[in-house]
């Protein structure tokens, strides 16, 4: 049955379908190669989960509305009109079995971005308000009280507080005329405080002129995990209108792969973006410190048991942020870096990002694909894992603690501070 609800994701979907997305999907020729690239059909081989069908209710929305054949399969029976309970079974499809980490575009023969349609669909059911309890709770959270884990702004001054006192680390806080803004994710802040301790270190080492500040205090976007498009603009509103208020030259996104997506992608394309404020990732930035001297590195830190690294698909695959960790892991540990395979652009997916990890229900899902992750860890027996991501790294300890692994989990700015001379 339809009822206003799903009329709110039709809409969604029609509007959606300018000439760009009624090209992609009249593009697919059904061969069905990317299924083989997607992490959730490859680990539980349900053929809903192949990217394709991940695009059914944008694809019928469209083609019953706009194309002859859509029309004739309505008139012959051979296709139903979507209806509530279509929603709500594809709604758990895209939130709870994609991460939108866009592997499967990557192999597709005629170049679909199945990645920005996947997110399309979830912006079908944003409008309709079918979306994860869990997801959604925190979406909420983040729109209320300024952060998906409800740090308020008593909290997040406690704890920033308690970091610099704990670590010795100086963090400045709403310095205006600073030339950086680092932004991090309350994933760090509360799970992984030492991260913002080891970003602090290694910018104050550099001499850098930097400040967090509290009004743009959060960079993840739930909004942009939802696909609902005026949150994912409010949330990255706060942190821009921060940046123009205390006059910075750029914005640094720390260990976030999302976060950095919205920023460095998906703003300029549906808003007001500051001037000629530069968008970094805290990877790349700080693989520029140390390839311009401003922080020298002790070679060989880290050398000792097998250490490897994650790609994260919204920084290495999406961003292209690619030889700078490796750069940065080939001094860190000169003997011990080894790469797993398939990596790069081509690298396997954790499982938990584009709000999985967020959503109970995704717990099986994500450890089922989290299983790839220890075969490829396995063959190059690592004994440590980095990445660049705060995200995949709470999927990796969570994942790890699981399975009982005997493998550390580390962020390479945390890396990067040990090893400071
Ligand atoms: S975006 Fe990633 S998780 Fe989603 S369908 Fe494609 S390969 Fe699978
Ligand atoms: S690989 Fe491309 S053309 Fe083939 S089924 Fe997937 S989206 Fe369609």
Redesign the pocket.
């Known amino acids: 049955m339809k009822s206003q609800k799903t009329q709110s994701a039709i809409n969604t979907y029609l509007k959606e379908t300018g000439g760009w997305v009624a090209s992609q999907l009249e593009a697919c020729t059904r061969c069905g190669i ?1 299924a083989e ?5 490859q680990a539980l081989g349900n053929p809903e ?3 394709i069908w ?1 695009l059914e209710p944008l694809r019928r929305a469209y083609e019953q509305r706009f194309t002859v054949a859509g029309k004739l399969k309505l008139a012959l029976g051979l296709e139903k009109k979507l209806a509530d309970s279509d929603l709500e079974h594809w709604s758990k499809i895209v939130y709870e ?9 990557h192999v597709c023969p005629m170049g679909i971005q ?2 920005p349609l ?1 997110h399309g669909v979830r912006a079908g059911m944003a409008a309709a308000g079918v979306v994860p309890a869990d997801l959604a709770e925190a979406t909420e959270k983040q729109k209320t009280v300024g952060s998906p884990l409800g740090v308020t702004d008593e909290m997040w001054r406690e704890r920033i507080d308690w970091i610099t006192d704990e670590w010795e680390a100086q963090i400045p806080v709403d310095k205006a005329g600073a030339e950086s803004l680092v932004v991090f994710t309350s994933i760090e802040l509360m799970k992984f405080p030492d991260n913002l301790a080891a970003v602090a270190r290694i910018l104050n080492r550099a001499g850098e002129n930097w400040t967090v500040s509290s009004t743009g205090r959060e960079v993840v976007n739930f909004g942009y995990f939802e696909a609902d498009e005026e949150l994912t603009r409010l949330f990255m509103y706060r942190v821009f209108k921060a940046a123009e208020e205390l006059g910075v030259k750029r914005i640094i996104i720390s260990e976030c792969g999302h976060a950095y997506d919205a920023f460095r992608w998906a703003a300029p394309n549906m808003m007001k973006v500051p001037k000629g404020v530069e968008i970094a990732h805290i990877s790349e930035y700080i693989h520029q410190l140390w390839k311009t001297g401003r922080i020298k590195l002790k070679e060989g830190a880290f050398d000792g048991e097998t250490i490897t690294f994650h790609d994260s ?1 919204k920084i290495q695959r999406r961003g292209g942020i690619i030889k700078q960790p490796r750069e940065l892991l080939r001094v860190l540990a000169p003997r011990s870096f080894k790469e797993m395979t398939p990596n790069k652009e081509q690298s396997l ?1 954790c499982g938990g990002g ?1 709000g999985v990890i967020s959503i109970k229900e995704a717990d099986a899902n994500r450890y089922a694909v989290f299983e790839m992750k220890i075969e490829q860890l396995q063959e190059v027996q690592a004994r440590a894992v980095c990445m660049v991501c705060s995200n995949c790294r709470l999927q990796f300890v969570d994942s790890v603690g699981h399975f009982n692994l005997p493998v550390k989990v580390h962020g390479l700015a945390e890396l990067v501070s040990k090893a400071l001379v």
């Open positions: 990317c690239a997607c992490h959730f059909y989960y192949a990217p991940k079995a994609c991460t939108v980490c866009n592997k499967c575009a199945l990645g996947i698909c997916c584009g």
